[in-house]
T-cell receptor
Framework: QKEVEQNSGPLSVPEGAIASLNCTYS??????FFWYRQYSGKSPELIMS????GDKEDGRFTAQLNKASQYVSLLIRDSQPSDSATYLC????????????FGKGTSLLVTP | DADVTQTPRNRITKTGKRIMLECSQTKGHDRMYWYRQDPGLGLRLIYY???????NKGEISDGYSVSRQAQAKFSLSLESAIPNQTALYFCATRGGENEKLFFGSGTQLSVL
């Protein structure tokens, strides 16, 4: 089982809708979780980090963490075409000096 | 100027050639990483370094070597390049608030 799993998509949502991106992880002891956005051919950029169970909101983005279910999600409200990108979930790996292990990413397409 | 600089941005080479990808940072972080990204496979860790004398293999280190010449410089070498090493390579540093990962702009390597 890969340490961080995401659906590859593509996930298509209409402009203005809520996009919901999901991620599961295998290490029950993980303490920190990150969401990165990556446009095609560009480097990933951090959009959210979350450390505690529950929700964390930052503008149109909400990260949700459920450690019991080993599940972290990212909600994007009022989706815009500029949100079209690949979203990467990342979790520090205990077997790699806590270097970030990335999921394969979910491709999001927001249609006008 | 970029905080994490990778050179070259693009490189085309032939099978069997030795290639070096360079990375330098101005963020003052001790931790540096090399990742490889292939379509549909996400980011995979090649090597990571906690300081000049502490270098560790990641998930996919076979066929690669690294050198940490100084706190600010971390180079990745392919001793004898092969076509399946064609990929987008990212250098990253980690530190600061919330231990964020900062990426360089990437090097697109093609091995013919």
């Amino acid at each position: 089982q890969k340490e961080v799993e995401q659906n590859s998509g593509p996930l298509s949502v209409p402009e203005g809708a809520i996009a919901s991106l999901n991620c599961t992880y295998s290490d029950r002891g993980s303490q920190s979780f990150f969401w990165y956005r990556q446009y095609s051919g560009k480097s990933p950029e951090l959009i959210m980090s979350i450390y505690s169970n529950g929700d964390k909101e930052d503008g149109r983005f909400t990260a949700q963490l459920n450690k019991a279910s080993q599940y972290v999600s990212l909600l994007i409200r009022d989706s815009q075409p500029s949100d079209s990108a690949t979203y990467l979930c990342a979790v520090p790996g205990r077997n790699s000096g806590y270097a970030l292990n990335f999921g394969k990413g979910t491709s999001l397409l927001v249609t006008p | 100027d970029a905080d994490v600089t990778q050179t070259p941005r693009n490189r085309i080479t032939k099978t069997g050639k030795r290639i070096m990808l360079e990375c330098s940072q101005t963020k003052g972080h001790d931790r540096m990483y090399w990742y490889r990204q292939d379509p549909g496979l996400g980011l995979r860790l090649i090597y990571y370094s906690f300081d000049v004398k502490d270098i560790n293999k990641g998930e996919i280190s076979d066929g690669y070597s690294v050198s940490r010449q100084a706190q600010a410089k971390f180079s990745l070498s392919l001793e004898s390049a092969i076509p399946n090493q064609t990929a987008l390579y990212f250098c990253a540093t980690r530190g600061g608030e919330n231990e964020k990962l900062f990426f360089g702009s990437g090097t697109q390597l093609s091995v013919l």
